[in-house]
């Protein structure tokens, strides 16, 4: 042989032999020789070999009375009527057993629900290594991303990171605990969702869809996905109609449509909460249905807003999606799209509703810790690449939908916290760039008792000012501007100490405006008190009343009005029209109650 042959390799080369494809089945009864070969013949044709490769190996297994449970690499068929039925009561123990009943986790029963003793074939994949909610599996060749799966203990997982090594990183939802290493894990083929009817109307649910707030089960047969494509364009038409919050300076200023996605923005203690809460409150019969996101907050605080919701009789029409403090980062990801899921139902139920996440920091937060022991590659401030997507892929579903689909809409208050004003950070302009505006709440203005703390040069609202009922908009006038020039003035003001009349008078206005800008939170005001306090207001009504007294003889002026002068505010109410007629006369009232009054300091 010369060396040249050698180096073609043509002939001396030993043929490699193709490796066995061993099939292991777990019987009582071995298979006879006939069944022997029909399986070759299948493993042969299902995994692209010859059949006198195929190597079969039997082991004795008592529990698969009645057929054979197969097992080629990670493939797991199983024929066995008594190992399905084993399957079907490891589920059903698996359930976890509530002190006041037997509440079943909803995935789970769902899981039940849809077993079927037809599916015969399944994958099954091998917990690699598991830690900090998190498990690494291998052998699942064909989970798809988002998809749930379900461990031998009964614990849920989501897919979340598919890998091209095969192994595939799952965030779990449960106790992991009893997952081990080699702990087995089969797909489900589907995606998270939760079930929803109109009986969770006044429900406090976990991500998952669990009742927490000790009552019975929300009973629904059906589930909606967790994930679900935002509607198209033509599924959409414009934002048309208001939204009120019964805040004045928003109302007035930044007007909120049906359908509109505002930003709550502002740094800790600066009175996001009560915005977003005041305006749920707002909502009492006015048929919007509101779903409040609460993530990784005080399991305190969460009860006090129920409470808050209870006694204002707001609770009728909210559901609460809590995932506090304590829950794993898996459940804090997952809940802002399991309330979007609920506010959807009712959309596209033709309903209007509300949905309030507080906050998306702490979200994005919960995604960071979820994708860096993921051990995915940390971007800006260790955020994962796709963090904007986190965020827009779920406000792009809030939407006012086309009448052909019933005209129902998603209005979405998002809530961010800021460190020290910063709107430039990353997550807030990530968020601050995908929603139509942001309400600014400032702490130094909260601080020096302006309260709600809404800084009047850096909010806007892009799409609301056409939703805003035509009274509220001639009654607004130049609030805005006039507000403008009189924090303009102020500043100049501390300069020079002799001002002329003009400008004395100008910021005599402007601090009374400010006064009359501060509201209680859960006090919110109705669109007449809104339109009157407006208009009077520019009257020069409050420019004699001292400052420290604005907002209690605001009070009394509301109370006097609304005795004095109901058909007026009815006509607000109901006919939301302008007219010079009717500006008259509530001028004329303004005037009335004012005239003779002394205000002393
Ligand atoms: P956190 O950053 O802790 O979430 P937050 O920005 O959500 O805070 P809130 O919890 O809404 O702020 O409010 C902080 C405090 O300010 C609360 O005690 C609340 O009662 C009070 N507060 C909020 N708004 C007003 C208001 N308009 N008038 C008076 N007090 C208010
Ligand atoms: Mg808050």
Known sequence: ?????????????????????????????????????????????????????????????????????????????????????????????????????????????????????????????????????????????DVVYGEIVLFECGVKGMALDIRTDGTTGIVLFGDSSDIVAGSRVVRTKRTAGIPISNRILGRMIDPLGNPIDGGEPIGAKKYYPLERPAPGIVRRKPVSRPLETGILSIDAMFPIGRGQRELIIGDRQ??????????????????????????????????????????????????????????????????????????????????????VYDDLSKHAVAYRTISLLLERAPGREAYPGDVFYLHSRLLERSAQLSDDLGGGSMTAFPIVETQAGDISAYIPTNIISITDGQIFLDSELFNAGQRPSVNIGLSVSRVGGAAQTNIMKKAVGTLRLDL????????????????????????????????????????????????????????GRFMDVPARRVCAVRDDFLAWFGNKHSTITLRIEHEKMHSQELRDEILEAGREYFRGKAFAD
């Open 270 to 355: 600066t009175g996001k909460t009560s915005v977003a809460v005041d305006t749920i409150l707002n909502q009492k019969n006015k048929n919007v249905v509101c779903v409040y996101v609460a993530i990784c907050q005080k399991a305190s605080a969460i009860s006090k807003l129920m409470q808050t919701l209870r006694e204002a009789g707001a609770l009728d029409y909210t559901v609460i999606v809590s995932s506090p403090a304590s829950d794993s980062p898996s459940m804090q990801y997952i809940a802002p799209y399991a309330g979007c899921a609920v506010a959807e139902y009712f959309m596209y139920h033709g309903r209007d509703t509300l949905i």
């Open 1 to 141: 042989m010369s060396a040249r042959d050698s180096l073609n390799g043509i002939d001396n080369v030993p043929e490699k032999e193709p490796a066995k494809l061993q099939v292991e089945i777990r019987c009582v009864v071995p298979p006879t020789e006939e069944q022997r070969e029909k399986l070759r013949a299948v493993m042969a044709q299902k995994y692209g070999t010859e059949a006198s490769n195929v190597e079969i190996v039997i082991h004795k297994d008592p529990a698969a009375v009645d057929g054979f449970n197969i097992f080629v690499g990670d493939d797991n068929y199983d024929w066995s009527t008594l190992g399905r039925i084993r399957q079907f009561r490891k589920t059903v123990q698996a359930l976890p057993k509530d002190p006041e009943g037997e509440k079943i986790v909803s995935l789970i029963r769902e899981d039940i629900a849809g077993f079927s003793l037809n599916t015969g074939y399944q994958q099954v994949g091998q917990v690699v290594s598991v830690g900090d909610s998190i498990a690494v599996i291998q052998g699942l060749r």
């Open 484 to 539: 403008a020039q009189y924090r303009e003035m102020q500043v100049f003001s501390q300069f020079g100490s002799d001002l002329d009349e003009q400008t004395k008078r100008q910021l005599l206005y402007g601090a009374g405006l400010m006064q009359l800008l501060r509201q209680k939170n859960r006090a919110p005001l109705r669109l007449w008190q809104q339109v009157v306090l407006l208009l009077v207001a520019q009257d």
